[in-house]
């Protein structure tokens, strides 16, 4: 039996991806392209802001 890939986000996490869309002036939640983009930005950001913001 295989296992869905699901993953849960926070509510933060789905707020600052959502910032992220409308930032780049996507309206709604955009496609499911633009939303793994901001997914992915979303995550670099707070990989940097964790590490000081090099």
């Given at each position: ?9 926070s509510e933060e996490?789905?707020q600052?991806?959502a910032y992220?869309?409308?930032?780049f002036g ?18 670099r950001?707070?990989?940097?802001v964790?590490?000081?913001?090099r």
């Open positions: 039996m295989k296992g869905a890939n699901v993953i849960i986000r996490r789905k600052h991806e992220v869309l409308q930032s996507v309206k709604g939640r955009g496609t499911p392209e633009q939303r793994e983009a901001a997914e992915v930005i979303a995550a950001t707070r990989e940097v964790k590490e000081g913001g």
